[in-house]
């Protein structure tokens, strides 16, 4: 009743009359009516959606008081000192390595400007699954990064909060928190078909509840205090969840939330104890890889369902024992209080952002963070199983990581949880049960009886990467090194870990194809390399940031340790012996790289013994088997041997060694090998080595052999990539650099390892033109995780090195918009270019190629080197004494029996040899020369006695080997090798021995296998018996492989050469000299010049440095130059002497045959195109016959592109140009000033459009159709400002009927892109430039131009009368024909360009009128633009870069041809009204007077009538007549500038002057005839301008002077223009001012200059048909008439300036920040949204939403429209969220590029890296440039169609 009565009372009365009992000493009774009141108002019967509920408690919160008073009340209170301001995905933060000690450290935009950054390493990011500001955290960043406001509160002192502020906070809120748990109790369904539509259902009627709690959280520290005590206290969670017994829904509805638990699979309260008791955490951890069982029989059915619904030949899914888990960390749960079952109830919900947002909003609050993380970590494993079943887990695992980023960066806290809350052994087990759901039997090696496991990367789990937030989690924790130290410790937890990451070794296995081509190609490879690198090497970096010291040396041991037992488990697992099972290659051995890294850390970083950490001989076998096929396997994909397996296994190679993938793939596969290589027999490597890579068989000193196991064509890539790879194992100092002698010192160890490794890197970059110092440079070499290496970069001064091997420039003219970022200097070619390392690092082989062709043309500029220069070879830096065996494979009798071998084979020339394994064969030999090795006692052993196969060479040492003669060798060849067929000359006895020293010398191989045979024995302890195995038996078996043909004889070669004999010989091939090496050679050698060169080079530089290190070799060197060779060469090599004889000779042939068809191809062509001519055009043999051959000389011949036929354009078979029309507004964008117009960067700031040339006309036609008649003023103006057609060319000709047959071709074309045939879109089938039009050519004759200027004796009078009786015939059209046909047509198409809009400006749309505006205007815009292209002058002369490609003149014509249609109105003549004195009948009052348009003509709109002028002296008559009109308006218009008194004085001053012989020509006769005329006008000279009366200057005669010719320059310009596109005349350059002398000249309106005379004035050019004054006194007649009416308007009208600046874009700040800060949180001014894709105009600065659907128009969306309005399809807008350029033309649209570069100069497209960008002015003048020029379309390649969607 109680509550009831207070029902009805005012709620704010209410509250205020509650509170005031609550605060007496005796509150029981008010506390009663308050839980009395919000029994029935928070009665969670009622549905969520009452408001009711919520305005009760807000007033009751409040106190009485407005609920935002009470908001601003509390929050004066806020002590907090952290900003905690939480965001969601794509906000827009900062984050700050200087300031951070956290990595994920971030910062929102204005705690970031409020702090102090200067000269940090700072970078801008849009957040992908949300954030929180740290600023003010001191366990997150340091604080001095703090932002003012934050960094004050730490020591100011806020007033304590009064007690009785929040009393009612705390009763109402734990009842409120309780309703929105009872209402997700209720709401919850468990997965159905509905579930998601219901559970948005609910969260949708919840919105208004959460929303109140998130507003609660932003009152500050006082309220986040109350709701941390009421979401932790366990009692009052006791008191009211299970609610009372006699409330039956309360009990239903807790009930509801057991079911929930129980059906999550979690353990009930009830339940706890019972299953905690079952199974101990180190129970699980040991036996979680325990045998295969299914956990129930529920379960067992379930999973073979499963497996039935699997494709054919889908691997069977293996599933571990259920009983085998950790069930207290996976399936025990257990609420104490709100916040966990809160927390549990966002997991069932799965994570919605609202409550993501209320629950992190809390994190300020220190008690609350520590309980939520625990709260956290007891839900993680519950969370793991609900991502796993969610149907968003892409949306799920970001707002996951929203949460754990905020809580396990901090390195405290983490710790905290960690120990009290077991967070490492959760995480493990739950990556363990993750995974556990998608193990597949693995099928490597031994697939029947293999026992390993492996994950399917065919399962959603990897695909989508549901795995990556534990990852991620597991990643961030791991940074911390006490986190990481508690890992590295708990030896049961690393096991557990080594199992896990075995679940990833031998993943995604390939087998290759050998029949057929794959049917599906499947691309698991990306989930594979994606799931190694995030779960297995990121661990493992972040783990080996703590292993740096010697301190830390019993957890590399550890590791070691526990890597080394999991592998000898893998390799037991999969049954392997010795041999890898042929044709199968995995890329994923993270087991072999965990091993691999923690190696070289324990060596480099920790001073630890290498052979300590390594396990026996048999044991290193095993481990490099897989790694060197993973190597062998790269070559047989790059040769083609996996071309069935499809393009993903090319994918694979080529990721196994991308940038991203490098450091934790290749480079330890290679330092493992490395290892291995250190240590086993280097005969048993090098012989595995060649055994991998199949080459085997090809290593004979026969010119034939036999290879089972490869074809012919893939012998020689294989070949080449074992070298390659040898001389990469051997030269490859990643891992291997020696310690700096003296300082041990882990932190400099560890610097300058990085130092050289991004030194090597970015030089690689820059030598192959793609380096990109603005991407995380250090991420590229060096992994990611290790966060100091940024930092201390600048310890080993790296910027310095970058500033010296890096400058950046501009490629103003590269042909797509890309940009070159640096050059390479000297410094980089000569001394830092490795191409073993570029090899090692290019994804593309092509691009190592682009290196040495960058090398090539550095060598050719610098002179050093003029021919096709060899890869140079770099002195490695030496080895770490733990890897000094490695030098003991350069001193190996096998390798060097190897290079012997093919040094004889080039030599020989025989099959499958190339100079790339020439360079690698020198590049070993020299390698061996630079490193030697230490102890030779091994080299001084005999090895006779064991009559083993090494009698080829005395020794290992390679010095010594290098002159030992071989002399003969046995080789089992074919019956048909050229050796089989040669009968040995000598005597029988010779060959009987050398026959038997055959026997010793020859079996090459059979001494490798041998060698691995015996060395197996050792490993296995076999008896000593094994050593007495038939040798040659063995051998044959070994590596013949069993399926060779049996038609194999032995024959014996000899040879005598040593390897020092045949460099030599080599040198003397290469250079093609007989004796290129004299005696004397080495005395004059000089070593500096061998450093780049070819192969002579190299071999030079051998031989000096072997003579230099061997006296014996010096002397060797010297017999074998001395000796006289025969001009034949030895006897063995006749058969390949003949051979390349033959070679030659078909050459020789092929090469006449090839000419000979050439010749017959040409004349076949001859002979078509004559017969074609005489086919198509019967009429032109006739027409020959009848014209004389002068006149077929001088008509012009145009060349066909598609059909390549040559002849003059007809009336039937015209001949057209390839233009492309485009719509054009760059006039109308033009101003008075030359400056650029800011961009707008604060609300102050505005872009104001009334000063463009546009709206100055625009504002102009209206004022004229406002007053006179419509016809008059479209003859009065031009239109081609604004939407103007503007017409190009390339300059190629085609024939009309050419140019359809190639369209419909192109129609028929699927395969198009870029361009739209059905629009008439096309590109030049010359150059390829794009097109859309071809504008028909004017027959004629070419030589008419001297013709025309004959010179001009007819009086002016007489010529008036002529160009008037021309008019006459302008209505007359030419007879129909194809030619008239395709003008009309391209008028069509002229039209159809541009908008209907920028068409028609009259009242009658479609009117003649507006057709004949048009087409002047079409001239004057072409006209204009070419003067703009100029420059805006003609001083420069000549013809500009568009000009020389000009149509203007094939343009003029076909307009010509056109304007014919329309007649002019006799009455209105505008050539009458210039030359004539006509008395006017009409009165001057009223609207309807027609303008006398001839006083405000724009100068071209007479040029229509140009084209029939072809006498010159015609087109000079009416520039006469135009420049008087010119003139008058000049002074019209300046005698509005002059003040009365300055008036009256000319006026004087010309009435006096009138009276002489030359007043008509003097411009002061004519000023004061003006003024004195216009001063009769009412009130004209009344509107006093400003400006005028302000200005002190005093108009001079020179400043009049000035001004009259800078007034009439544009039009002489333009007519200058018009002359030399019409008769040729050659434009002669000047300065800029006599430009105006010069144009007169070249016009005929005055006299040549000469350097004695003065220059002409602007009077002298006048020439008047009737009286001067008379004329001027009708014109200004007629203005008194208009000024009478409208004074204002006539001065507008009369007073114009012709002068407008270039167009220009807008100036942009230097700073991008500046604009992204003003313009990425603007809301648009059309939906009045903040736009999700910004963009700007760089024309006029609109700002529009890209592809925003709330701003379409029509279907159109606002970039393409607004690109309509403003620059008639042509639009370039900067995208705010991407700093990059994007260009709209018509229906297409491409990506430009960015004008916003870094301080490395390289552009931050869609600001994924954040960094500080500035402007590039050159890039900006180049964009420019293009607008202006209208060359997007050529320049730019990559277009695309937008479909109205931008």
Same mark, same amino acid.
């Given at each position: ?151 004050? #509160? ?30 997700? #109790? ?406 072999? #790289? ?449 399926? +060779? ?57 051998? %031989?000096?440095?072997?003579? +230099? ?36 000779? #078909? ?49 012009? %011949? ?18 057209? %140009? ?517 963009? %700007? ?110």
């Amino acid at each position: 009743m109680m509550a009831a009565s207070l029902l009805r009372r005012d709620k704010k009365a209410t509250a205020a009359h509650l509170k005031a009992d609550l605060k007496r000493t005796d509150n029981t009774a008010a506390v009663r009516q308050i839980h009395e009141l919000l029994d029935d108002v928070l009665n969670p019967e009622k549905p969520a959606t009452d408001t009711e509920a919520l305005d009760w408690c807000k007033c009751l919160i409040a106190g009485g008081e407005a609920f935002e008073e009470f908001c601003k009340t509390v929050r004066s209170y806020d002590n907090a000192t952290l900003c905690g301001l939480v965001w969601t995905a794509n906000f827009v933060a900062y984050r700050c390595r200087t300031c951070g000690i956290s990595p994920c450290m971030s910062l929102c935009a204005e705690c970031f400007n409020n702090g102090d950054h200067t000269s940090h390493d700072f970078n801008m990011f849009r957040s992908q699954a949300g954030g929180a500001c740290d600023c003010g955290d001191s366990n997150v960043m340091r604080e001095s990064g703090f932002c003012r406001r934050h960094r004050l #509160r730490t020591g100011e002192n806020i007033p304590s909060i009064p007690r009785d502020l929040l009393l009612m906070s705390e009763l109402v809120l734990p009842r409120f928190i309780l309703s929105v748990i009872q209402y997700l #109790r209720d709401g919850y369904t468990e997965p159905d078909s509905s579930t998601e539509r219901d559970l948005q259902k609910v969260l949708q009627q919840l919105e208004p509840q959460i929303s109140f709690l998130e507003e609660l959280t932003k009152m500050g520290a006082a309220m986040r205090t109350v709701l941390t005590k009421i979401l932790t206290n366990q009692q009052t969670f006791k008191e009211l969840s299970m609610g009372q017994e006699d409330n039956l829904f309360a009990k239903k509805n807790y009930d509801k939330y057991l079911a929930a638990l129980k059906n999550s699979g979690l353990v009930s309260v009830e339940d706890k104890h019972q299953s905690s008791g079952d199974v101990g955490a180190e129970g699980g951890a040991d036996t979680l890889l325990g045998s295969a069982a299914p956990g129930s029989p529920d379960e067992s059915s379930k999973e073979e369902d499963q497996d039935a619904g699997q494709s054919v030949g889908q691997r069977k899914r293996v599933k571990l024992s259920s009983s085998t888990k950790d069930l207290s960390i996976i399936e025990c749960l257990k609420h104490k209080c709100f916040l966990e079952e809160l927390l549990f109830w966002t997991i069932k919900y799965e994570f919605p952002q609202k409550k993501v947002t209320f629950l992190l909003n809390m994190l300020p609050d220190q008690d609350y963070k520590i309980t939520f993380t625990k709260t956290f970590v007891q839900h993680y494993a519950f969370i793991m199983k609900t991502l796993m079943k969610s149907h968003e887990s892409d949306t799920m695992s970001n707002r996951i990581v929203h949460i754990s980023v905020q809580l396990f960066s901090n390195e405290e806290l983490a710790r905290h949880v960690t120990e009290e809350c077991q967070l490492l052994d959760i995480m493990v087990t739950v990556l363990l049960y993750m995974m556990e759901s998608c193990l597949i039997k693995s099928e490597l090696q031994d697939e029947e009886n293999s026992r390993h496991v492996v994950v399917n990367c065919s399962e959603a789990l990897l695909k989508n990467n549901t795995y990556w937030p534990l990852v991620s989690d597991f990643i961030n924790i791991l940074s911390h090194q006490s986190v990481a130290k508690k890992f590295l410790e708990d030896h049961s937890l690393l096991m557990l870990w080594m199992s896990f990451v075995s679940f990833f070794q031998g993943m995604n296995l390939n087998k290759r194809e050998l029949n057929e081509h794959v049917e599906f190609e499947s691309q698991t490879y990306y989930a594979a390399f994606a799931a190694e690198l995030e779960a297995c090497a990121q661990p493992m970096w972040g783990l080996l940031t703590h292993c740096k010291v010697k301190e830390t040396q019993e957890y590399t041991k550890t590791v070691v340790r526990y890597c080394l037992e999991t592998l000898q488990i893998w390799f037991d697992a999969i049954s392997f012996n010795d041999e890898p099972l042929p044709n199968q290659v995995t890329f994923h051995l993270p087991l072999h #790289r965990y091993y691999a890294m923690f190696l070289s850390k324990a060596v480099k970083c920790q001073g630890l013994d290498l052979d300590s950490l390594l396990p026996d001989q048999e044991m290193l076998m095993k481990i490099m088997v897989h790694p060197l096929q993973i190597q062998a396997c790269l070559s047989e994909i790059h040769s083609n041997m996996w071309v069935r397996n499809g393009l993903q296994i090319k994918g694979q190679a080529m990721t196994y060694v991308q940038s991203h993938f490098c450091n934790s793939m290749i480079d330890p596969d290679i330092y493992l090998l490395q290892v291995c290589a250190s240590r086993l027999d280097p005969d048993y490597f090098i012989s595995s080595v060649f055994e991998r890579f199949k080459v085997v068989d090809l290593l004979t000193m026969a010119s034939q052999h036999q290879n089972a196991v490869l074809d012919s064509e893939q012998e020689r890539p294989m070949l080449e990539g074992a070298l390659t790879f040898l001389v990469i194992l051997t030269s490859l100092r990643i891992h291997l650099a020696e310690v700096w002698e003296n300082e041990f010192d882990p932190i400099m160890v560890v610097l300058r390892t990085v130092y050289r490794r991004v030194q090597e890197g970015v030089v690689i970059q820059l030598c192959l033109g793609t380096v990109r110092f603005g991407e995380n440079t250090v991420h590229f070499y060096w992994p990611s995780s290790d966060h100091m290496v940024a930092a201390l970069l600048h310890v080993l001064k790296w910027k310095q090195v970058m500033r010296e091997i890096q400058s950046c420039h501009f490629r103003s003219s590269c042909s797509k918009a890309h940009f070159v970022p640096f050059s390479q200097t000297a410094e980089v070619w000569e001394n830092e270019f490795d191409p073993i390392m570029v090899v090692l690092r290019t994804v593309y082989r092509r691009d190592v190629q682009s290196a040495m062709d960058r090398y090539s043309a550095f060598l050719k500029q610098s002179g050093i080197h003029t021919g096709n220069p060899w890869p140079p070879y770099k002195e490695r830096t030496p080895l770490h004494p733990c890897y000094k065996g490695l030098i003991q494979l350069l001193h190996c009798k096998t390798l060097h029996i190897v290079i012997f071998t093919l040094l004889y084979k080039i030599w020989m020339d025989h099959q499958n040899m190339s100079e790339h394994v020439l360079c690698m064969v020198l590049y070993l030999i020299e390698l061996g020369l630079d490193n030697q090795v230490q102890d030779s006692k091994e080299d001084e052993e005999p090895c006779i006695e064991e009559h083993c196969h090494d009698s080829w060479f005395p020794g290992t040492n390679l010095i010594s080997n290098l002159h030992h003669v071989i002399n003969f060798v046995r080789v089992r060849v074919p019956e048909t090798a050229p050796e089989v067929k040669r009968e040995a000359p000598p005597s029988t006895s010779s060959e009987a021995s050398s026959y038997g020293q055959n026997l010793r010398e020859a079996q090459v191989f059979s001494l490798v296998a041998e060698r691995r045979r015996k060395f197996q024995e050792i490993i296995n302890r076999s008896s000593s018996e094994a050593s007495m195995v038939v040798r040659p038996k063995s051998s044959s078996t070994r590596w013949v492989p069993p399926g +060779t043909p049996p038609q194999l004889v032995t024959e014996i070669l000899e040879i005598r050469e040593s390897m020092l004999s045949l460099l030599v010989k080599l040198h003397q091939k290469l250079s093609s000299k007989q004796n290129s090496l004299s005696e004397s050679w080495l005395d004059s050698m000089d070593m500096s010049r061998h450093a780049h060169g070819d192969g002579i080079t190299a071999i030079e530089r051998i %031989l000096t440095k072997a003579a +230099t290190r061997s006296c014996q070799i010096k002397r060797s060197i010297r017999d074998i130059c001395g000796k006289v060779h025969p001009p034949v060469p030895p006897k063995k090599n006749s058969p390949t002497d003949k051979k390349a004889m033959d070679k030659e000779e #078909r050459r020789q042939r092929a090469r006449e045959r090839q000419q000979k068809l050439l010749a017959e191809f040409a004349s076949r062509q001859k002979s078509f195109m004559e017969t074609a001519m005489d086919v198509e055009s019967p009429e032109t043999e006739a027409a020959m016959d009848l014209g004389t051959s002068e006149m077929m000389e001088s008509e012009v %011949l145009y060349d066909c592109v598609i059909c390549g036929q040559s002849g003059p354009s007809t009336e039937d078979r015209p001949a057209g %140009l390839v233009v492309l029309l485009q719509a054009s507004s760059v006039l109308g964008h033009r101003c008075k000033s030359g400056e650029a117009k800011n961009l707008p960067t604060s609300d102050e700031e505005h872009i104001y459009s009334a000063d463009t040339c546009a709206v100055a006309h625009d504002v102009r036609l209206t004022l004229l159709q406002r007053f006179f008649k419509d016809s008059s003023c479209l003859q009065s103006v031009s239109i081609g400002w604004d939407g103007g057609v503007y017409v190009q060319t390339c300059g190629h000709t085609l024939h009309i009927d050419c140019h359809k047959s190639y369209m419909e071709s192109l129609r028929n074309d699927q395969v198009l892109q870029g361009f739209s045939v059905d629009k008439g879109e096309f590109t030049c089938p010359l150059c390829r430039q794009f097109a859309n039009s071809v504008l028909p050519c004017r027959p004629g004759r070419g030589s008419e131009t001297g013709a025309w200027h004959s010179p001009a004796n007819k009086k002016t009078s007489v010529l008036i009368k002529e160009v008037e009786a021309l008019q006459d015939n302008l209505g007359l059209f030419p007879t129909e024909s194809n030619l008239s046909k395709e003008m009309e047509s391209v008028i069509k198409d002229i039209k159809n360009t541009t908008q209907k809009k920028y068409m028609d400006y009259g009242k009658n749309p479609g009117s003649p009128d507006n057709d004949f505006l048009f087409m002047y205007s079409l001239a004057r815009t072409n006209l204009e633009l070419e003067l703009v292209h100029r420059g805006g002058n003609l001083c420069c002369g000549g013809a500009s870069a568009a000009a020389k490609r000009s149509c203007l003149n094939q343009l003029f014509h076909v307009l010509a041809m056109h304007m014919r249609l329309y007649s002019i109105d006799s009455a209105y003549n505008p050539w009458t009204k210039l030359t004539q004195l006509t008395q006017s009948r009409e009165t001057c009052r009223g609207f309807n007077r027609s303008v006398v348009y001839v006083l405000f003509v724009a100068i071209a709109h007479v040029l229509g009538l140009c084209p029939p002028l072809r006498p010159v002296e015609h087109f000079t008559c009416v520039v006469k007549m135009l420049y008087n009109l010119q003139f008058i308006q000049a002074l019209a218009a300046l005698s509005t500038k002059l003040r009365p008194e300055e008036r009256q004085a000319w006026s004087s001053s010309g009435a006096i002057k009138k009276a002489r012989a030359n007043a008509e020509t003097s411009f002061e006769a004519l000023l004061g005839h003006v003024i004195s005329e216009l001063s009769k006008c009412n009130n004209l000279y009344a509107v006093v301008v400003e400006d005028i009366m302000l200005s002190s200057s005093v108009w001079s005669p020179q400043s009049v002077e000035f001004s009259l010719q800078q007034y009439c320059l544009p039009f002489l310009r333009l007519a200058c223009l018009l002359q030399h596109h019409l008769y040729g005349d050659d434009l002669t350059g000047c300065l800029e001012q006599e430009e105006f002398s010069s144009l007169a000249a070249c016009l005929g309106l005055a006299p040549a200059p000469s350097v004695a005379s003065n220059p002409a004035n602007s009077a002298s050019c006048l020439e008047w048909a009737v009286s001067a004054f008379d004329l001027v006194t009708h014109w200004c007649a007629e203005v008194k008439g208009l000024s009478q009416v409208q004074t204002e308007q006539s001065l507008t009208l009369l007073v114009q300036d012709p002068q407008w600046a270039p167009p220009r874009l807008l100036q942009l700040p230097d700073n991008y920040n500046i604009i992204f800060q003003y313009y990425h949180r603007k809301a648009c001014a059309v939906c009045k949204k903040v736009p999700k894709d910004p963009a %700007l105009c760089l024309v006029c600065g609109a700002f529009v939403c890209l592809k925003g659907v709330c701003c379409k128009q029509q279907g159109i969306c606002e970039c393409v429209l607004h690109s309509q309005h403003c620059g008639a399809a042509t639009g370039i807008f900067l995208l705010i969220n991407a700093s990059v350029i994007i260009i709209i033309r018509g229906h297409r649209f491409c990506l430009w590029g960015s004008v916003y570069l870094d301080a490395h100069g390289e552009e931050d497209r869609d600001l994924r890296r954040g960094k500080p960008l500035f402007l590039c002015e050159e890039r900006y003048r180049v964009l420019e440039q293009q607008w202006v020029s209208h060359t997007f379309d050529h320049i730019n390649k990559r277009w695309g169609p937008h479909y109205n969607g931008l």
